[in-house]
T-cell receptor, first 109, second 114 residues
Framework: AQSVSQHNHHVILSEAASLELGCNYS??????LFWYVQYPGQHLQLLLK??????LVKGIKGFEAEFIKSKFSFNLRKPSVQWSDTAEYFC???????FGAGTRLTVKP | DTAVSQTPKYLVTQMGNDKSIKCEQN?????MYWYKQDSKKFLKIMFS???????INETVPNRFSPKSPDKAHLNLHINSLELGDSAVYFC?????????????FGEGSRLTVL
C-alpha cells in the first residue's frame, strides 16, 4: 500500500544538538517531497521541497534534507537545533497526497 | 494580506448541529484542499478541488460536503455533527494540477463538538 512513514514520534534534544528526522515512503513512481513545520498553535509552513535535480536540498532556518531514491527516503537534518525549532514536523509525498504521522521535536534550552 | 484564510478560527457546537467553515485563497491557485488534523496531529486529506471540480474525495462520511463556488473559494459544510468530528480543519491551496505542487495552508479552524 502507498504510505508515508515517519519513524520518530517524539524527539527531545538539547540546544546545539544535531537533528535527523526520518521519512520513508512506499511508491514506485516519480515523487515530489516536502517537509513542513507546524509551530505550536500555528498552521503548517513549508521548510523545504524536492522536485528534481540535486538530491540534497536546503530549506529555511538551516534545515536540509536528502532524497535517497534507492531507499525511498527523504530525511530532514539540521546540524545545530535551537529552542525555537520546537515544533511538529511533517513529511509529505506527492502524488500520494499523504503526510507522515508527524514528529514532535522538543528542544530543551 | 493572508494568502489562505479560513473562518471561523474556532467553532464550538453541540452534537447534531450543522456548521460550515469557509476558505478563501488570494494566490490565484487552481487547486484547493481540505485536511483534517486529529488530536494526535495526524493529517488526512478529505477533499480536493481543481478549478471548481471535485478531484479527490477520500473516505469521508457524506455528512461532509464541500462546495466550491469559484476557484478561490472552498467551503466545508458538516451536517449532524458528531463528537469524532472534533479536530482542526485546514484549508490549503496549490498551483497547477492537484497532487504535484507545494501546499499553502490556512491557519486552521478548530472545531469542538460537545
Amino acid at each position: 500500500a502507498q504510505s508515508v512513514s515517519q519513524h520518530n514520534h517524539h524527539v527531545i534534544l538539547s540546544e546545539a544538538a544535531s537533528l535527523e528526522l526520518g521519512c520513508n515512503y512506499s511508491y514506485g513512481g516519480t515523487v515530489n517531497l516536502f517537509w513542513y513545520v507546524q509551530y505550536p498553535g500555528q498552521h503548517l509552513q513549508l521548510l523545504l521541497k524536492y522536485f528534481s535535480g540535486d538530491p540534497l536540498v536546503k530549506g529555511i532556518k538551516g534545515f536540509e534534507a536528502e532524497f535517497i531514491k534507492s531507499k525511498f527516503s527523504f530525511n530532514l537534518r539540521k546540524p545545530s537545533v535551537q529552542w525555537s525549532d520546537t515544533a511538529e514536523y511533517f513529511c509529505a509525498v506527492l502524488p500520494l497526497m499523504r503526510f507522515g504521522a508527524g514528529t514532535r521535536l522538543t528542544v530543551k534550552p | 494580506d493572508t494568502a489562505v484564510s479560513q473562518t471561523p478560527k474556532y467553532l464550538v457546537t453541540q452534537m447534531g448541529n450543522d456548521k460550515s467553515i469557509k476558505c478563501e485563497q488570494n494566490l490565484g491557485h487552481d487547486t484547493m484542499y481540505w485536511y483534517k488534523q486529529d488530536s494526535k496531529k495526524f493529517l488526512k486529506i478529505m477533499f480536493s478541488y481543481n478549478n471548481k471540480e471535485l478531484i479527490i474525495n477520500e473516505t469521508v462520511p457524506n455528512r461532509f460536503s464541500p462546495k466550491s463556488p469559484d476557484k478561490a473559494h472552498l467551503n466545508l459544510h458538516i451536517n449532524s455533527l458528531e463528537l469524532g468530528d472534533s479536530a482542526v480543519y485546514f484549508c490549503a491551496s496549490s498551483q497547477g494540477t492537484y497532487n504535484t505542487g507545494e501546499l499553502f495552508f490556512g491557519e486552521g479552524s478548530r472545531l469542538t463538538v460537545l
